[in-house]
């Protein structure tokens, strides 16, 4: 097989006995191809070269045999018992926040909600790959996480995946005068109206210049403040579609 650099690859060795093995490999990813690259028997081994009375110690890559002398320069080897599932089930529960919308893969889910499962039957020594989506409708982090059980192994729980979202802060607002012509010395009512038109709650502060030719005399709700020639009011936590207005009255002092 052509190896490129860069890549991840999958290596399989299968000792048939003490003199015949055969070996596959594949690019991490893709699917176990079924036939094997190499099978190999020696038919002239060297005298005592027999592993039958060896000790062999899982997870160490270079034996010690008989010795029980370990030296562990490539930690990743492993010694690999097939084994068959039967009933086999792959589940992924649809988190809160998301609605279910479609898969893909060799097969369809069998349950959507609130849990998604594939029947996987009898599998042995065989990996595979399900991809299901969904609308985002929380503005919060999604935790999510996949597991397959089976008659013969234990349940399997997947890495746990965390994304968070990614939702519009958007506040309008606007302003009205009444009545919209006044005399000097008379009173004119100012309303500034907010609502929250994005996809979180949010926090609100309106400013408005008092105009030179005004006089603030009354503002409304409690919380605004007069202040360096402006009023300033803090509304906190305004819910997705929530709305309110602010108001002031001032008096014309000159035209």
């Not at 499962?117 to 969904?134: E, P």
């Amino acid at each position: 097989m052509d190896i490129e650099t860069s890549k991840w690859y999958r290596v399989k060795v299968e000792a048939l006995s003490d003199y015949s093995f055969r070996a596959k490999v594949w690019r991490k990813g893709d699917p176990e191809p079924s036939g094997w690259l190499i099978n190999w028997t020696d038919t002239n081994p060297p005298p005592n070269s027999s592993c039958t009375s060896d000790n062999w110690y899982t997870g160490i890559a270079e034996q010690g045999g008989d010795s029980g002398w370990t030296n562990d320069h490539y930690n990743n080897f492993m010694i690999y018992q097939p084994r068959v599932s039967v009933n086999t089930s792959l589940y992924d529960t649809i988190p809160t926040g998301i609605s279910y919308q479609g898969y893909a893969g060799v097969s369809p889910p069998v349950s959507t909600s609130p849990v998604l499962r594939w029947n996987l039957g009898s599998i042995s020594n065989a990996g595979g790959t399900y991809t299901w989506w969904g609308l985002v409708n929380t503005c919060t982090p999604v935790t999510n996480r996949g597991s397959m059980s089976g008659t013969g192994i234990q349940t399997i729980n997947s890495n746990e995946v965390v994304f968070t979202p990614a939702c519009t802060e958007f506040v309008s607002i606007t302003k009205t005068a009444n009545p919209t012509t006044v005399t000097v010395g008379g009173t004119a009512t100012f309303i500034i109206c907010y609502q929250n038109s994005g996809q979180i709650t949010t926090n609100v502060v309106i400013v408005d210049i008092i105009p030179s030719q005004i006089n603030p005399v009354t503002y409304n709700p409690n919380g605004g403040t007069v202040g360096g020639g402006q009023i300033v009011w803090t509304i906190p936590n305004v819910p997705v579609g929530g709305s309110g207005c602010v108001t002031w009255a001032g008096r014309v002092n000159w035209p």
